[in-house]
């Protein structure tokens, strides 16, 4: 696990001073079959959901100042959804160094959306005890780059986006049907499928169905690009 986490510092630029508050970001609940729950990045993803969100907001406010409050948190939520952060995880390779149990790890957890999600936060937690809002606002300039350039013009809702898609092609109307419900009373996560007649279908997670629903239309959305 030391090889991982050494690569994982190299791909992120910064060594640890502290290295088991970076072990700990990158645990899951699942690790030694989740009897270690207490062990897990749990924490550090509350405290780094916070912070993300002062850094994400501090951004926004000093880059669009012709705005006003709606239109800043529309693009606040863009930048820090459960899919913004899995692909802000991707880009520093944070799924190779993920711990989780052998069952997770064979079920794909090092691709799901929502742990990738939940240990970014949690990274980012880590590098804010580790090394306060410097450490913290370097690993948020270096992998959300590509978030914040996306946000040169207010993002359109996805599920309009798709709606608008689905219409110009001449199929039916998204379908959303919410297929669970998992998490903490105090922090649910939403299991939503969009299905469009004519074209394909895709799930979503988020903190609210409308937030589950929206990140499956973004995943319909980005699914038919690929395929056209």
Known sequence: MSDRISAFETQIGRTFKDRALL????????????????QSNERLEFLGDRVLGLMAANWLHQSFDSLDEGGLAHRLNALVNKS???????????????????AEDRLGG??????????????????????????????????????????????????????????ARGLGVPIYETKGRKGPDHRPVFE????IKG?????????SKQAAQRAAAEALLEQEAGDG
């Open 199 to 207: 074209a394909g279908a895709a799930t979503g997670e988020g903190g």
């Open 110 to 167: 090092r691709e799901k959306e929502s742990i990738l999600a939940d240990a970014c936060e949690a990274v980012i937690g880590a590098l804010y005890l580790d090394g306060g809002m410097t450490a913290s606002q370097a690993f948020f300039d270096r992998v959300w780059a590509d978030e914040m350039a996306g946000l040169t013009k207010r993002p359109k809702d996805p599920k309009s986006a798709l709606q608008e898609w689905a219409a």
């Open 192 to 195: 939503v499928t969009v299905a």
């Open 84 to 102: 913004a952060c899995a692909r802000a995880a991707r880009r520093c390779e944070l799924g190779k160094a993920l711990r989780l149990s052998p």
């Open 23 to 38: 072990e700990r970001a990158l645990t899951h609940a699942s690790h030694g079959d989740g009897r270690s729950r207490a």
